[in-house]
């Protein structure tokens, strides 16, 4: 009956000039295999494509004729704060996701709304980090992660609500941002709550039923392996949430998540490496066991979160053939592991932007040595780079398979002071950081203490030598999520500018650019409908972008940037 409705309705529209009648009618169910082997004109998951590589094989729009790009049509989601999630793409059917959770399905031809759901969310609700990443998709369903801690599974074409399930206590200010993960028959999610002590975890249901199948906590208990490096109950409160979605390796069955931050922030009271916090681990999808990980900061003291799922690629890395992890860190480093069933072995490590903290790594295990000068805690006031935001944050990289290239959305130059921490008691429903948030938000500094050059950079990687290809840079700070193309090249927002910019994946050249309704942290997809191409991205500024950008205003002795604040869906492609 819903169907029928909204085929009127466009109907109704047809006579008043758009084109669209019932072609969003079809909705093809997204099975394993269609997961496994993405169509190049759809854009079924987070990033493409299980690996995790942000790589759309459609060549329509190319080196050649992007300088032709025009904007096909516009959506406002009347909604504001941080747009970040990819426009996921089912045959005529996108699925964009908005702060707040609501969850907006459009036909993606002519960007007309076919239906909306909105969470009813507790009105009092803390939303530290006030965004929501996107949807899965997976057989006649999609599926959405709320900032109160629910699973939903809505009908794709309706968008009646098949189950809602709870995931985590909001109350205790669990709160997900995430898109969730689809694979074998289940939906995979995790908690964002690394600020306010919520142990970080993975959780498995039903895709069907919404049964939970299982959990697997990212914070070892005693007894368990690597519950020695957490002193008394500390892991109960200790972090290591999970707020970005994973990678997938359908012949191992291995899901590859990146982990957050361990709580508190100051390090006295947890003594020890804090396993499994600020690392990339592998879980069996089948059980949720954790079948190997890699620690990147161990005994976080920064706030270096290493939530962006490794890229699943295979290559030849100092000259040996490898099926790889890669992560550009929020510590500053790209990381190369080698996946084998039951281990991620250290293969490489180079830093992309300055960091000051780590002063060797060890060669055989990666693990990093610390200047200890440069971590700061109780006592006294310490500055250290990368800032607290990293050298990367959440938005993800890319890997294009014709290039060969991995690329990286850097902020270099961008270092913090934090003052003395407090001694913080977990309390239920507070925040858990350990510094007053004021000094949080208030922490940035510019590298030797003066204005740079440049900050925000796209670099591309050479990963068989482990040697930087091309960087483009930019005056301020880059917050861009990348999409790259067989048509060689690289998309980006990310900037205070309000622009979207096509460059060349082989030399790092822009090509073109164009002002959006505000500025963008979007993930941007691409997807083919009736033989055409578009490329999509989400504008609308917020979140950590906007508070890192509040921070430098606070800096400069230049008039503050004003960027216009609401959520707008931009879709384009070439001039007819
Ligand atoms: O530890 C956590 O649970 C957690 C969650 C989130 C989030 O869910 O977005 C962020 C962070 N930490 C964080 O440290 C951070 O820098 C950050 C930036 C952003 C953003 O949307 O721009 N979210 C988050
Ligand atoms: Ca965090």
């Known amino acids: 009956m819903k169907h029928l409705l909204s085929c009127f309705a466009f109907a109704i529209v047809a006579t008043t000039g758009a084109t669209q009648n019932c072609a969003a009618s079809d909705y093809k169910a997204v099975t394993d295999d269609r997961l496994k082997n993405p169509e190049p004109a759809n854009w079924l998951q987070y990033r493409g494509n299980y690996a995790g590589w942000g790589y759309s094989p459609l060549a329509q729009i190319n080196e050649k004729n992007v300088g032709n790009l025009e904007l096909a049509w516009a959506f406002a989601t009347g909604q504001v704060e941080g747009h970040q999630a990819p426009p996921i793409v089912n045959g005529g059917y996108m699925f964009i996701t908005t702060p707040g959770s609501q969850l ?196 976080d003291a920064w706030d270096w979160d290493e939530v962006s799922a490794p890229l699943l690629i295979d290559t030849e890395v100092k000259g040996k053939k490898i099926s790889a992890a890669v992560h550009a860190g929020r510590n500053g480093y790209l990381w190369i592991l080698e996946r084998t069933p039951n281990k991620l072995g250290f293969v490489g490590a180079w830093p992309f932007v300055h960091n000051n903290v780590f002063t060797s790594i060890d060669p055989k295990t990666g693990r990093p040595s610390y200047d200890y000068s440069k971590r700061p805690g109780m006592g006294k006031p310490v500055g250290f780079c990368p800032s607290l935001w990293g050298g990367k944050d959440w938005p993800p990289e890319a890997w294009n398979p014709k290039t060969q290239l991995f690329y990286i959305p850097a902020n270099n130059n961008l270092c913090a002071e934090l003052g003395e921490a407090e001694d913080v008691k977990y309390k239920k429903g507070e925040l858990f950081i350990g510094y007053p948030i004021e000094s949080v938000l208030g922490s940035l500094r510019y590298k030797d203490g003066k204005k740079p050059g440049t900050i925000g950079e796209i670099q591309a990687w050479d990963l068989k030598t482990g040697k930087q290809v091309w960087t483009h840079k930019y005056p301020g700070i880059n917050w861009g999520p990348l999409l790259t193309t067989g048509g060689n090249l690289v998309f980006a927002a990310g900037t205070t500018d309000r622009k979207f910019r096509a460059l060349n994946a082989t030399n790092g050249k822009v090509l073109w650019e164009t002002a959006m309704a505000s500025a963008s942290t979007g993930v941007p997809t691409s997807f083919e409908v009736d033989g055409t191409q578009y490329i999509a991205v989400q504008s609308g500024w917020g979140v950590d972008a906007e508070r890192v950008q509040n921070a430098l205003n606070g800096l400069n002795d230049t008039a503050p940037l004003k960027i216009p604040q609401g959520g707008t869906l931009m879709v384009y492609r070439l001039k007819k």
């Open 104 to 299: 907006i399905a459009i036909d993606a031809k002519t960007g007309l709304e076919l239906w909306r759901y909105k969470k009813d969310l507790p009105a009092d609700m803390m939303q530290l980090h006030p965004t929501n990443r996107g949807v899965a998709l997976y057989g006649d369903k999609v599926y959405l992660a709320t900032m109160d801690s629910h699973l939903v599974a809505l009908d794709a074409k309706s968008g009646k609500v098949a189950w809602i399930q709870k995931v985590g206590d909001a109350k205790a200010l669990s709160y997900m941002t995430l898109a969730p993960l689809a694979a074998n028959g289940k939906i995979m999610v995790g908690s964002s709550g690394g600020e306010t002590g919520v142990r970080g975890f993975v959780a498995a249901f039903d895709a069907q039923s919404g049964k939970e199948l299982w959990r697997t906590f990212t914070t070892a208990a005693p007894g368990e392996k690597g519950g020695d490096t957490w002193p008394g109950d500390t892991h109960k409160n200790g972090g290591g949430s999970i707020w970005i979605t994973g990678t997938y390796d359908p012949a191992s069955n291995l899901a590859y998540w990146g982990t957050g931050n361990p709580a508190p922030w100051p390090t006295e009271g947890r003594k020890g490496d804090n396993l499994y916090t600020s690392s990339t681990i592998a879980l069996d999808v089948s059980t949720g066991a954790l079948k190997a990980y890699h620690q990147y900061t161990p005994n």
